[in-house]
């Protein structure tokens, strides 16, 4: 049960309020240590080959509006260079550290078996919740699997005492303002530097605390994210104004007791409605109303499709769905989770239709 606990991210704020209260108190000390191969970014070397598999939708009684089978693109658009000249680095999974803000930071790195140094792929960063882990997420997320399909690299960064400064939210990271989205754009340059990144397709995703960060991140840094897809995670911050549209993908739970649907928990994060409103606005969708483009069982998904610079808006909400990632492990006891999309799927092939203009 203490294991369950620890990995219900916000679960705390709603039953214990301790965002208020010191984490390393209530949970000990982060666990970047415990991460698979611990090693800086250019410490490993190698050679990484096979081919890029599609990436498969999932199945709903309605069309996707971004559809299934979207493979990784080898770049050479809008300025991303068609081909690198990087050092080879092997497939698999390792922990690397970067310097920021005077402190080393850690991620979990996950490389596809196809990924080819000389061919820029695309990137996802996923960000943990609160009182979690990068090695939780990526559990949680099941995102690994979706993003070895699709031949993409996804990183899975890991906050200080397992906390991000998303803003109003949590705990220790936002009251003494964490510089967490620096940390972010450090991460970010030395994944450039050391992988054959295509620049056009680097996206934010992020389950509760994670997911009020990825929010956050398109807010300060949109000329870096082709597009976000926060889970449970709703803007948890007042000042945004983000340089370009943004497409977004989101999903939640109505019967979501940790970070609620219609707003107003703890956590001080915005409703999905006006989370959806802002993004939707700052798009400049001319949609009167969002249409329908996925529905199977408690899921639902309706998608604002006519907005600027080929941006969409597209919220997935699951009817009676607790504080979960739909489609993945459990968070713990957060819920109700669905198996009737697949979260990180849907959100991959939501991605890869929207690279940067």
């Known amino acids: 049960m203490k294991r369950r606990l620890l990995a219900s991210g916000l679960f705390c704020l709603a039953v214990l309020a301790c965002g208020s209260s010191d984490e390393s108190a209530l949970h000990g000390p982060a666990k970047d240590a415990g991460m698979d191969g611990s090693a800086g970014m250019g410490a490993a070397a190698g050679q990484a080959g096979g081919a890029s598999a599609g990436a498969g939708g999932q199945g709903g009684t309605a069309a996707s509006s971004t ?180 497409p977004m993908i989101e999903f939640h739970g109505t019967g979501d007791f940790v970070v609620p649907y219609d707003g107003g928990g703890l956590s001080g994060a915005k409703s999905v409605k006006e989370n959806v409103d802002f993004w939707q606005k700052n798009a400049w969708c001319t949609d009167g109303t969002p249409g329908e483009t996925y529905k199977k069982g408690d899921v639902t998904c309706a998608s604002y499709s006519q907005c600027k610079e080929g941006a969409a808006v597209e919220l997935c909400t699951v009817e009676g769905g607790g504080h979960q990632w739909p489609g993945g492990k459990s968070a713990g006891p957060g819920g109700k989770l669905t198996q009737d999309v697949n979260g990180s799927q849907r959100m991959l092939d939501f991605f890869l239709a929207h690279p940067m203009p």
């Not at 493979?71 to 081909?83: C, D």
């Not at 705990?171 to 970010?188: E, I």
């Not at 620049?199 to 300060?220: D, H, P, Q, T, V």
């Open 67 to 246: 559809g299934g089978g979207a493979g990784a693109p080898e770049g050479g658009a809008g300025g991303t260079p068609a081909t690198c000249s990087v050092a080879a680095l092997p497939a698999g999974t390792t922990t690397i550290t970067v310097k920021s803000s005077g402190q080393d930071r850690s991620a979990r790195m996950v490389i596809p078996k196809s990924y080819d140094a000389s061919k820029p792929v695309p990137l996802v960063l996923v960000f943990h919740g609160y009182t979690e882990s990068a090695t939780a997420i990526e559990n949680i997320s099941q995102m690994t699997p979706v993003a070895e399909k699709a031949g993409v690299i996804v990183v899975y960064p890991q906050g200080i005492l397992n906390a991000w400064n998303a803003g109003k939210c949590c705990g220790v990271a936002s009251t003494s303002n964490r510089p967490d989205v620096q940390f972010v754009v450090d991460l970010l340059d030395s994944l450039e530097q050391q992988l054959c990144i295509d620049k056009k397709r680097i996206y934010a995703a992020g389950f509760s605390n994670g997911g009020m960060l990825s929010n956050r991140l398109a807010c300060e840094l949109s000329t870096r994210f082709a597009a976000i897809g926060p889970v449970a995670g709703p803007l948890a911050i007042d000042a945004c104004a983000p340089q370009r549209p943004m």
